[in-house]
């Protein structure tokens, strides 16, 4: 600041500042700084608001170089000098400027509020009948994204006579908190096309939020949401829950993958074939056709059977007791609507080495799953989907 | 009354008592001070923890639980027991001196406002210890904050402290309404009150309509979670989660301007004496700090763009018409130190250092005042920043620049100039290493909130940054807490006036008797004090002038005798 500027020694010490600053982003090659512009626009609503942002942050600079410009004059220019007792003039104000710098402000934020009022006509402008709808539902802590057919609700893809004609993108957060080998969902979208997002939460709130469209919507539950954009640059973009929702809000993260027409038709073709061989675990994110799948290994003849529960984000026990070496039965029954549950087991507990991981479905439905026979020992069970979801099985 | 002629002995008390039962408004704002002061470390240190486990992606030094509890415990400790409270505590040490006043109206209740404080803080941190403090960010927006989805007894206790502190805060804001209204020196009509205590009078209001909301809402919130009220509940039918974010914010927000106006409210005061002028354009400040409270009630919901439960445009439209205002006095602000002689202490350096600040988080909120543009920036680092240049930039800059110019006051003795000056250029560069990079952050998409960030998406450096700036602040802290811990053993002795400040807290002692003032100097402008220094001057002037007629007249005279004479 000006007023530093006065003394020599201070002066010094500024500028030592200003070196070591120097030396610490030279020292980081590669230092990244993001500029006060927000990302490329990858939709025509976010090109919208750009536009609009740049015209609001030229007028801010202005302001700022004017204040700090002004600030910065009085400080350096009417200083009292030593052993100068007179008193300045005593001037006590000027009804003349208070109304000039009353009225251009005004006028100033009157023009912004224009100019916002028209851009946000523009992105929320609605059209009939959008080409594609995606349902998405949002859930601590991940996301789903629905694909149905035209003739079927994305509500409805639960149904018996729907199976196999949606599907169903289910997110899981990463293990542990550690992204290291973690690939967030992908909603695919197809370039140069009306998509149309119906948005719902079941727990509380979230918010879709895309950098790359310059655009966030809160999704409340009672309160599902409809958006619109048309993507018109091809691409990958991250996105992220913006609103607080509880332990693991930093884990909602997704990706949006905008492509060709033909890419994503070919996308949704393979989505919707089943995966020739059931997987033991669900470590990708993608978990295609999900709905339909059976339980994870077929162990026929196993009879132990055991009953679990899922409502509220809870289970309903957190011990469980199976004998050794045995193949056995889990009936987990997911009571909580539209929320994806699963049970995976793993050693020793809850975080340690997977041992089997069943289907992630949605409730409220209730299926068995069939588990191959354990060693005797120690074992945690926890809900993929949410890891504060966990108990101990001991096999015996 | 014929027995209050013999007074009865006065009993030795030692002085730990005489502070937990004093009702002397002075002592109650120096503790004030000392227990903000304090709660500001806690809070400070909650800011590092979250800062440290920013530094670098992943999670380093605490889990995602700790952290939100962190985050959460930062924003409710600063908000509600140091910014609110430490502004609180100069409306309680300086009103009644600036209006001549002996006390507060209510000096037993300013007393419970004060207690309430120190007990609701302690009641919020004693989560930690009891499973867990609060962790739904201190919006604690519902269904998170309900009893499903936050069980612990953190949740609960926070709403119970912060009912404690709306409770303070509805007992202080009567008080000082009544202490205005009621209790001003003869001649100290309301238009020559120092701007101080105008922005004491329209924070009052503010908090008399705003609190109460509050209190309500947490009361229904309380319901909610412990008896199965469905007030915001959206598991019951009837539960609406939008209903908590009106009446949050219908509090939150002017809470904002609860936490501004009175540091614009020193700000008016340091600036005018180091520039020896008066404040430029006083009605006009007046009318500027009016029209902010006014507004401050119309503009709650653009917290909530993003929920598609608003009516944009009126809100929208009142947001960006509350920058005029607050325009209009960063301009009244300067001119007052055009063609003035600055004297750059350190109270005045800090004051300079709000305006600068301050003018950034003014910019910065307008953005958000833009429906479209909000739709990209709500809940990202940008809002961080806003509300850091705002609350930090601002609150906190005046309320250091309050306390470098009126600890003389309060204690008798100086703080020391050159600590100060180190304290405030380590602020001020701190304060813009962190929240500075949260601007570019923001407007690349790093949300707020959020324990961890993927290590890809190019935000490692700036949060470095962010975190060295933090614990720049944290240094810069040292040198001031040193000060004033050595100061008041053994500063420089002060006088009564040593700013040659014109209001009448400078016409009595430092620091002052029990009862405020021997005798109160003519108030005929709102500088009293200015003005009956003056007079001496202007007295000393008007005689010499007529000294001067006098000799002129003589010499006149005299000649016009010889003429007459050498006419003859």
Redesign the interface.
């Known amino acids: 600041m000006a007023f530093t500027r006065k003394r020599p020694q201070r002066r010094a010490a500024i500028l030592l500042l200003l070196a070591a600053a120097a030396v610490l982003v030279s020292g980081c090659t590669d230092f990244d700084v993001r500029t006060a512009f927000p990302p490329d626009a990858a939709t025509t609503q976010g090109q919208a608001t750009r536009n609009l942002y740049d015209i609001v942050f030229l007028i801010g600079i202005a302001v700022f170089v004017l204040v700090e410009g002004l600030i910065l004059f009085a400080v350096l220019r009417y200083r009292r000098r030593k052993g100068d007792d007179e008193l300045p003039p005593q001037i006590h104000g000027n009804n003349k400027l208070e109304i000039i710098w009353t009225a251009i402000p005004i006028a100033i934020v009157l023009a912004l509020f224009v100019l916002s009022w028209q851009t946000l006509n523009t992105i929320d402008a609605r059209k009939q009948d959008p080409p594609v709808r995606i349902g998405v539902v949002a859930y601590q802590w991940q996301w789903q994204f629905v694909y149905a057919p035209p003739d079927v609700r994305w509500e409805d893809c639960g149904a018996p006579q729907n199976k196999g004609t949606c599907v169903t993108v289910i997110g899981l957060p990463p293990p542990g908190g550690d992204r290291t080998n973690w690939t967030p969902p992908q909603m695919h979208v197809p370039v140069g096309e009306t998509v149309e997002l119906q948005m719902h939460s079941n727990d509380v709130i979230h918010s879709f939020y895309v950098p790359a469209f310059l655009y966030q919507r809160d999704i409340t539950p009672r309160k599902d949401q409809v958006i619109q954009f048309l993507a018109d640059h091809e691409g990958t973009y991250r996105g992220q829950c913006t609103q607080f929702c509880g332990l693991l809000h930093q884990a909602m993260e997704f990706e949006v993958v905008v492509e060709s027409r033909d890419a994503f038709n070919g996308w949704l073709q393979t989505a919707l074939t089943p995966p020739p061989a059931p997987t033991p675990a669900p470590s990708a994110s993608t978990q295609p056709g999900a709905s339909q799948q059976p339980g994870a290994s077929q162990q026929p003849g196993a009879t132990v059977q055991l009953t679990l529960t899922a409502s509220g984000i809870a289970f309903d026990t957190d011990s469980l007791e199976v004998p050794a070496d045995t193949p056995f039965q889990i009936v987990f029954a997911n009571n909580d609507a539209g929320i994806p549950h699963n049970v995976a087991i793993h050693k020793d507990s809850p975080t340690g080495e997977l041992v089997w991981s069943g289907d992630i479905f949605n409730g409220v439905e209730t299926r068995t799953y069939d588990v191959p026979a354990l060693p005797a020992g120690i074992y945690g069970f926890v809900c993929v989907v949410h890891p504060n979801m966990t108990g101990t099985l001991t096999a015996k | 009354m014929a027995t209050t002629a013999l007074r009865p002995a006065i009993a030795q008390r030692s002085r730990l008592y005489d502070w937990l039962t004093t009702t002397d408004h002075k002592k109650i704002g120096i503790l004030y001070f000392f227990n903000s002061l304090l709660l500001f470390l806690v809070g400070g240190t909650l800011a590092l923890a979250v800062r440290t486990e920013l530094a670098q992606?992943?999670?380093q030094v605490m889990?995602?639980?700790t952290y939100?509890q962190m985050f959460t415990m930062h924003a409710s400790v600063m908000i509600f027991w140091v910014v609110i409270p430490f502004l609180a505590g100069f409306g309680n040490y300086l009103t009644p001196l600036m209006i001549g006043a002996p006390d507060m109206a209510f000096p037993r209740i300013n007393a419970l406002s004060f207690w309430l404080l120190p007990l609701s803080a302690l009641i919020a941190i004693l989560g930690f210890p009891l499973g867990g403090a609060a962790a739904?960010?201190w919006t604690s927006?519902s269904?998170?904050a309900q009893e499903?989805?936050?069980s612990g007894l953190g949740t609960d206790l926070w709403i119970i402290a912060l009912l404690l502190v709306g409770t303070s805060s509805i007992l202080g804001a009567i008080n000082f309404l009544v202490t205005i209204f009621k209790m001003r020196a003869p001649g100290m009509t309301l238009f020559r009150m120092p701007i101080f205590v105008w922005t004491i009078l329209v924070t009052s209001v503010l908090v008399l309509m705003g609190t109460p909301v509050l209190t309500a809402a947490l009361m229904m919130l309380y319901i909610d979670r412990n008896f199965g009220g469905a007030f915001f509940n959206?598991?019951l039918e009837g539960?609406?989660?939008?209903l908590w974010q009106n009446v949050f914010w219908f509090y939150s927000h002017p809470a904002v301007y609860i936490m501004i106006l009175p540091a614009m409210g020193i700000v008016s005061e340091v600036i005018p004496t180091f520039?020896?002028?008066?404040l430029?354009?006083?009605?006009?400040f007046v009318f500027a700090t009016a029209a902010i409270g006014a507004l401050g009630f119309s503009v709650w919901a653009h917290h909530m763009f993003?929920?598609?439960?608003v009516y944009?445009?009126f809100f929208?439209?009142m947001t960006?018409?509350i920058?005029?205002p607050t325009?209009?006095k960063?301009?009244?602000w300067?001119?007052t130190?055009?063609?003035?002689?600055?004297?750059?202490t350190t109270s005045m350096?800090f004051a300079?250092?709000f305006?600068?600040m301050f003018?950034?988080g003014g910019?910065?909120g307008?953005?958000l005042?833009?429906?479209?543009?909000d739709?990209?920036v709500?809940?990202?680092y940008w809002i961080v920043a806003h509300i850091h240049y705002v609350l930090f930039g601002g609150s906190v800059m005046g309320v250091f620049a309050g306390i470098y110019y009126w600890f003389p006051k309060m204690f008798g003795r100086m703080l020391d100039e050159t600590l100060g000056k180190i304290h405030f250029?380590g602020i001020?560069?701190g304060m813009n290493l962190t929240f500075f990079p949260m601007?570019?952050?923001g407007?690349?998409?790093m949300?707020?909130?959020?324990?961890?960030?993927?290590?890809t998406?190019?935000?490692?450096?700036?949060n470095m940054v962010a975190t060295i700036g933090g614990f720049t602040i944290a240094v810069a802290m040292l040198p001031f807490l040193w000060n004033v811990f050595s100061s008041l053993r053994s500063g420089h002795p002060a006088g009564d006036n040593p700013w040659e400040g014109s209001t009448l807290e400078w016409a009595t002692t430092s620091p002052p008797p029990a009862w405020n003032f021997d005798r109160l100097p003519p108030i005929r402008s709102e500088r009293p004090v200015f003005d009956q220094r003056q007079a001496a001057t202007i007295a000393a002037a008007a005689a010499a002038a007529a000294t001067r007629a006098v000799a002129a007249a003589a010499t006149t005279a005299v000649a016009e005798t010889a003429q007459a004479t050498a006419g003859h």
Not at chain 2, 306 to 309: F, L, N
Not at chain 2, 447 to 455: F, M, P
């Open positions: 992606p992943g999670l889990n995602e639980s939100n739904n960010g927006y269904p998170l499903k989805y936050a959206t598991a539960g609406n989660a939008i520039s020896r002028k008066p430029f354009g006083y009605k006009a993003t929920t598609g439960s944009l445009p929208s439209l960006f018409l920058a005029v325009g209009v960063m301009f009244n300067v001119a130190m055009f063609k003035g002689k600055l004297s750059i350096a300079i250092g305006l600068a003018l950034i910019i910065n307008a953005f005042a833009s429906v479209p543009v739709y990209h709500h809940a990202t250029i001020f560069i601007h570019l952050l407007t690349d998409g949300t707020r909130r959020i324990a961890d960030y993927s290590a998406a190019g935000w490692n450096d700036l």
